[in-house]
């Protein structure tokens, strides 16, 4: 078989992917992009179901290390809707003149490491052979939908969307009975629309979680200017790793009446702001259930019946252990009389039928079925490529125990193989494009070092991945993270080990300048 040699295989055009693309192109390598979308947008090319939006402002949501970009673009509300957010990705794509570079509608079905010539063979789904010194995945972490494994699916009559792969053609819910189920941020979302338009929507719940209020409303023209003005030290903060915003110090001490105070305040701003602006809110007790009990007393506020707003009431673990959602009017929507919630606690779904949902209880007749179950985060993306290492080891038998890795960009054994907000670095933990940013140029300063040096291979040392994945895991366990059944931790997919995947330090960019400047340590580099 004759293979195309290139220097590098960029998978993914998502906003990691095409930053990545966009610089080895410019730094004059032959990068051939690869992806599975008919266009640019990774996660938001495809999650299209209604109400869908980013739960980070969208002002800081974009790309920081293109002023042409930044500039060019103007948001029109405090959180962006998916629309909105993937017109941005186009807007990048045409800017920086992306596409040229990418095959679409295309997947990398095997990706081989070449020991004898410091390569990487890559296979892709329409038969086109490549051989690439580097690889780089930049397949994004919530990008491979939780399949309903329910029996009887096929049995259905109606439409079963699942939130993570929307049609494109949109969902009619007018005048329909609607099943939706699940209960994380896409479905909190997506309930308000799909209930203004159905006749019935049935919500099945299996566990309650924590959502606060988006707050969501135009980009007042002040706003606008504050930040516009504040942009050169937040990009200063985002380059060096310094937090961009002033924050009570991690020993705050307040008493229960000044932490009641401050939970109720950062809540009256709306959004995530609510959970990151408390400190040790993820590791000390007292006061993470403060901020649980004062989420839960606005849930018995906005929903009428009270038997139905404990029921909506997380009990069983920590806020923010699971990522917290932000909605506009979810509580609310549970006051509609067409909206009945289906509590799985008290009977679980057995099966599909023809007609619809049954549980232990009752069947439930519907006419469309939404699918919110989540995503196989961050290694999903990864080991569902058969990629294979030196002597041939597949990636997921590597990862058989957990995903071992370094700094979530690099793995022992697969040289010149490298992901973006991988396990073990911040990605979901903080704002995704940005942490993607931090890898990209990373991997770029590793790629541009060995041009060079004149080398065809790094690889990271069994050592400095050990020291990584243990420190990751010290820094979990010492936050109540584990204490969730959450996809940080790998547990809402049957048999995936049990490891926090996210890494929770604070210190993820620093580490990465250090790095650099100390001359790569930890990384091999040969040739
Ligand atoms: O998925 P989830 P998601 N039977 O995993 C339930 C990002 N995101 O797509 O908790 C019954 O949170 C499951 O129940 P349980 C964001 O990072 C961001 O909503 O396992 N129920 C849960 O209720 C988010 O965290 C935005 O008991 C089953 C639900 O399905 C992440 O994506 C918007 C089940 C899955 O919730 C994932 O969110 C949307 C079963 N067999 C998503 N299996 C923004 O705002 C699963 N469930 C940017």
Redesign the pocket.
């Known amino acids: 078989m004759v293979r195309r040699e290139i220097d590098a295989v960029v998978v993914g055009a998502g906003f990691a992917g095409m930053y990545m693309s966009y610089l080895l192109r410019k730094e004059g390598y032959d990068v051939q992009g690869i992806e599975a979308a008919a266009d640019v947008g990774g996660t938001w090319f495809w ?1 299209r179901y209604p109400g ?4 980070i402002p969208s002002l800081l949501y974009q790309y920081s290390w293109n002023e042409e970009i930044r500039t060019s673009w103007r948001w029109s509300e405090k959180y962006a809707t998916q629309p909105e957010i993937l017109a941005y990705a186009n807007h990048c794509a045409d800017l920086l003149d992306i596409r040229p570079l990418y095959r679409f509608q295309t997947r990398v079905t095997k990706a081989e490491w070449d020991e004898a010539a410091d390569r990487w063979l890559v296979d892709t789904d329409k038969g086109e052979a490549l051989s690439a010194r580097y690889l780089v995945m930049a397949t994004g972490a ?1 990008s491979v939908p ?1 399949e309903p494994d329910f029996p009887g699916l096929d049995r259905f009559k109606g439409p079963q969307p699942v ?2 792969r929307w049609p494109h053609e949109g969902v009619d819910f007018k005048g329909k009975r609607v099943a939706v ?9 997506s309930l308000p629309h799909i209930a203004a338009d159905a006749a019935q929507v049935y919500v ?4 309650p ?1 924590f959502s606060l209020p988006a707050l969501n409303a135009p980009i007042p023209d002040e706003e606008r200017e504050a930040f516009e003005a504040a942009w050169p030290l937040y990009k200063q903060a985002i380059d060096t790793g310094e937090p961009g915003v002033e924050m009570l110090p991690e020993d705050w001490e307040p008493s229960d009446e000044e932490l009641a105070e401050h939970v109720k305040v950062l809540w009256n701003g709306g959004g995530l702001v609510s959970t990151v602006m408390i400190p040790r809110l993820t590791k000390d007790e007292r006061i993470n259930e403060a901020a649980c009990e004062f989420v839960r007393s606005q849930i018995r506020a906005q929903v009428n019946d009270p038997v139905l707003a404990e029921k909506l009431s997380p009990r069983s673990f920590p806020i923010s252990t ?2 917290a ?2 909605d506009t009017d979810y509580y609310v929507t549970y006051n509609r009389e067409n909206v009945t919630l289906v509590d ?1 606690n008290e009977g679980a ?1 057995v099966e599909v039928t023809e007609k619809g949902i049954r549980t232990t209880n009752a069947e439930y007749e519907v006419d469309v079925i939404v699918w ?4 196989d985060a961050m290694t999903g993306a990864l080991t569902r490529v058969d990629i294979r290492g030196k002597d041939g080891t597949p990636l997921k038998d590597a990862w058989h125990g957990g995903p071992a890795m370094w700094k979530g960009m690099m793995v022992a054994g697969f040289p010149n193989l490298f992901t973006i907000t991988g396990p073990g670095s911040p990605s ?1 933990l903080m704002n995704v494009i940005l942490a993607g940013e931090h890898n990209v140029e990373f991997i770029a300063d590793v790629i541009d070092r060995m041009r060079e040096q004149g080398e065809t291979r790094v690889e990271v040392s069994e050592a400095a991945q050990e020291a990584w994945v243990d420190h990751v895991r010290r820094e979990a366990e010492a936050t109540l993270f584990p204490r969730a ?1 959450s ?1 940080y931790m790998g547990a ?1 997919i049957p048999g995936k080990p049990r490891v926090m995947l996210p890494y929770v330090g604070i210190d993820y960019k620093k580490r990465l300048n250090q790095n650099v400047a100390a001359g790569f340590p930890g990384l091999m580099f040969e040739g």
Do not use: E, Y
């Not at 919110?372 to 995503?375: S, V």
């Open positions: 999650n869908a939006r980013c739960d919530l939780k939130t993570g189920v699940g209960t994380g941020s896409s479905a909190i979302q099945f719940q299996r566990t979680n699971k990522r959602c932000v799985l779904i919110a179950l989540g995503f979901v059944n996809w809402n």
